[in-house]
């Protein structure tokens, strides 16, 4: 769910550089050495011994830019991977970017899986999902606490009705404003406002760089602003922001809008996500000894969001930001090793 510059990685090229000497012993020795290299292969070509090259989706928010340098950095300096990053959006489209054979490796699902259009890539195996990444993420409306002294009745969706018009903005017109999430997220507010039947225009500011800079401004000038927001994110521990209650979940209830159907089967809560990691078929049957550390390999929001302040607050560049973490967590670094 966040937005950052592509990094081109530069490829290594190795070379093997020997003299003839005469010796009967040292041609053998160079033909070894020739059949070692040729069975040790790439990752994705049957070796065991080779990491070859890893494919990770990098995704459009701090968070998992926080989790895709971190595993590089280790990926590189512990098993001599090469390691290459892609930025395709998730859901369907890194879904067929996986069964391509394009990527890997997705470090942070936001149960993008459970989509029907998920269903077709998990059933031929082409994706599959290898356990949690030890994050849980929340989705949900958000407000400034600083809102609830003026409107205490903000505490909850009900408390928004009849109040739409202190959202106002330049986009909405007479209608409140909602700041909504980069298209490419997991959302269903156009749905959930129509559902609660809420005078609200859904705007989009852009991927996650954009709409801070739209909310944050306003937060700064103590103005009112209602949002699409999650956790884990480390500016939530800068900003005091309040989540507003929506409805309970009831049976039935859906949370992918491009599903169509009855706005009210949207009308409830979002659910808690547990965060999963997701590998290609290629990458599962490649022998590569990444395939163990991607299996292994999960942290706390604590650690993502320590990494993701690093890179997208303090403007670290992303592999210094990986590399302090590392050093300073040896113990978590060996186990995903182990």
Same mark, same amino acid.
């Given at each position: 769910?966040?937005?950052?510059?592509?990094?081109?990685?530069?490829?290594?090229?190795?070379?093997?550089?020997?003299?003839?000497?005469?010796?009967?012993?040292?041609?053998?020795?160079?033909?070894?050495?020739?059949?070692?290299?040729?069975?040790?292969?790439?990752?994705?070509?049957?070796?065991?011994?080779?990491?070859?090259?890893?494919?990770?989706?990098?995704?459009?928010?701090?968070?998992?830019?926080?989790?895709?340098?971190?595993?590089?950095?280790?990926?590189?300096?512990?098993?001599?991977?090469?390691?290459?990053?892609?930025?395709?959006?998730?859901?369907?489209?890194?879904?067929?970017?996986?069964?391509?054979? %394009?990527?890997?490796?997705?470090?942070?699902?936001?149960?993008?899986?459970?989509?029907?259009?998920?269903?077709?890539?998990?059933?031929?195996?082409?994706?599959?999902?290898?356990?949690?990444?030890?994050?849980?993420?929340?989705?949900?409306?958000?407000?400034?606490?600083?809102?609830?002294?003026?409107?205490?009745?903000?505490?909850?969706?009900?408390?928004?009705?009849?109040?739409?018009?202190?959202?106002?903005?330049?986009?909405?017109?007479?209608?409140?404003?909602?700041?909504?999430?980069?298209?490419?997220?997991?959302?269903?507010?156009?749905?959930?406002?129509?559902?609660?039947?809420?005078?609200?225009?859904?705007?989009?500011?852009?991927?996650?760089?954009?709409?801070?800079?739209?909310?944050?401004?306003?937060?700064?000038?103590?103005?009112?602003?209602?949002?699409?927001?999650?956790?884990?994110?480390?500016?939530?521990?800068?900003?005091?922001?309040?989540?507003?209650?929506?409805?309970?979940?009831?049976?039935?209830?859906?949370?992918?809008?491009?599903?169509?159907?009855?706005?009210?089967?949207?009308?409830?809560?979002?659910? =808690?996500?547990?965060?999963?990691?997701?590998?290609? %078929?290629?990458?599962?049957?490649?022998?590569?000894?990444?395939?163990?550390?991607?299996?292994?390999?999960?942290?706390? =929001?604590?650690?993502?969001?320590?990494?993701?302040?690093?890179?997208?607050?303090?403007?670290?560049?992303?592999?210094?930001?990986?590399?302090?973490?590392?050093?300073?967590?040896?113990?978590?670094?060996?186990?995903?090793?182990?």
């Amino acid at each position: 769910m966040k937005g950052t510059d592509a990094h081109n990685e530069k490829e290594d090229r190795m070379s093997v550089r020997g003299g003839w000497q005469g010796r009967v012993g040292l041609v053998g020795l160079a033909l070894v050495a020739v059949t070692a290299l040729a069975m040790s292969g790439s990752a994705f070509g049957g070796g065991v011994q080779s990491c070859g090259t890893v494919v990770i989706n990098e995704q459009s928010w701090a968070g998992s830019t926080a989790n895709t340098y971190v595993a590089k950095y280790v990926l590189e300096k512990r098993l001599g991977c090469k390691v290459k990053l892609t930025q395709v959006t998730e859901g369907p489209p890194y879904f067929q970017a996986m069964r391509d054979g %394009k990527v890997d490796v997705a470090l942070e699902d936001w149960d993008n899986t459970a989509t029907k259009q998920a269903q077709p890539y998990l059933k031929d195996g082409s994706v599959r999902i290898i356990g949690s990444n030890g994050i849980t993420g929340v989705i949900g409306w958000y407000i400034p606490r600083y809102l609830l002294k003026q409107y205490p009745a903000f505490k909850t969706w009900r408390g928004l009705k009849g109040k739409e018009a202190v959202f106002k903005s330049p986009e909405s017109g007479s209608q409140g404003m909602f700041l909504g999430g980069d298209p490419s997220y997991v959302q269903k507010d156009r749905a959930l406002i129509k559902g609660l039947g809420l005078n609200l225009k859904h705007v989009v500011a852009g991927a996650e760089p954009a709409q801070v800079a739209r909310w944050s401004q306003l937060y700064k000038q103590k103005k009112p602003v209602l949002f699409y927001w999650y956790d884990p994110q480390y500016l939530n521990a800068q900003y005091d922001l309040y989540r507003v209650a929506l409805p309970a979940r009831f049976k039935g209830c859906q949370d992918d809008e491009k599903q169509g159907g009855d706005p009210k089967t949207y009308a409830c809560e979002y659910p =808690s996500y547990g965060l999963d990691k997701l590998i290609s %078929k290629k990458f599962a049957t490649s022998g590569s000894p990444a395939l163990t550390f991607v299996k292994k390999w999960k942290w706390t =929001s604590a650690d993502q969001n320590f990494v993701a302040n690093l890179i997208a607050g303090k403007k670290m560049k992303p592999e210094k930001a990986a590399e302090q973490w590392v050093k300073a967590n040896p113990g978590k670094v060996n186990a995903w090793l182990k």
